[in-house]
């Protein structure tokens, strides 16, 4: 068969016209419902755009960024590779374990030294009403209940209502007094005097424990290392570990409110708290 036939287009194909203006989102076969503003506001997944009724299967899960990506804000606490092996790293309230024994070890907060390495001895304080002190570290925040003190020699004629011991910060504020101690002191042993407050709650840091007694006859004479020289490593007022202050001193209500001049001293007292 010779010559030529033609064929009709059937209406639902595009025209070479449609097919060569086929651009953006103009829909040319009307098939399609989506809207320019749908396009360009595309920014998350929305029943809006797919009517997807629930969105939750969409979110991303599992995904990981390298610590190289981290340059700002707060890493979450159970994130960190807490440990104490290598390639870890230690919590801010971990705790090593000493070489040598620490007040924790023996059920204590804190003490001015281990009496284990005291020689003892029989040297009174200082004189009636003067306020003795030993500063000792706090390692961790602690409530404190008692302060602490260890008499080898008791006092005789001890003046009732004029022997106390306290607890003072590291920059001489006074925190609270003991009840009267003077019949505890006219015997020997480990004194544990509760704070008259109850309980304080103390930062880790520095703390003085001081103490004074008035008597007639002798003093009482508390557990101590031998002659010591309390100026040694920068240990100068008012830094002393160990030294004297306010002078003077008898009931409770004379407790200092604020440490006195210190002066330091050749002997290393035991104290403690607990």
């Known amino acids: 068969m010779t010559g030529s036939r033609s064929f009709g287009v059937p209406a639902d194909i595009a025209t070479g016209a449609d097919l060569t203006t086929h651009t953006g989102a103009a829909d040319p076969h009307g098939d399609r419902a989506y809207t320019d503003t749908a396009l360009s506001t595309h920014t998350a997944d929305t029943t809006a755009v797919h009517g997807i009724a629930d969105t939750t299967a969409l979110a991303l899960t599992g995904h990981a960024h390298a610590g190289a990506d981290i340059t700002s804000g707060t890493v979450a606490y159970a994130r960190l590779p807490i440990g104490t092996t290598a390639s870890t ?5 971990h705790t090593h374990s000493p ?48 302060v602490i003190l260890h008499v080898l020699t008791a006092g005789t004629g001890l003046t009732s209502g004029q022997c106390f011991a306290g ?17 505890a002191w006219a015997s020997t ?14 930062a880790a840091g520095d703390y003085y424990v001081g103490w004074w007694s008035n008597t007639g006859t002798t003093n009482p004479a508390f557990l101590r290392q031998g002659a010591t020289t309390a100026t040694i490593g920068g240990q100068n007022g008012p830094n002393y570990r160990f030294g004297t202050a306010n002078t003077g001193l008898t009931d409770a ?14 002997v290393g007292w035991f104290a403690a708290l607990s």
């Open 189 to 202: 042993g480990n004194k544990i005097m509760p704070l008259a407050a109850g309980t304080y709650a103390a």
């Open 99 to 146: 070489a040598n024994w620490t007040a924790v070890d023996q059920g204590l907060l804190a003490w001015s030294m281990d009496p284990a390495y005291m020689a003892g001895g029989s040297t009174p304080q200082s004189g009636s009403g003067v306020l003795q002190l030993a500063r000792m570290h706090l390692a961790t925040a602690s409530t404190v209940t008692n």
């Open 167 to 183: 607890l003072w910060t590291a920059a001489g504020a006074k925190i609270d007094v003991t009840a009267d101690q003077s019949t």
């Open 89 to 93: 790293v230690a919590a801010g309230d």
């Open 253 to 266: 209500a004379s407790a200092p409110s604020t440490l006195g001049t210190q002066s330091g001293v050749i």
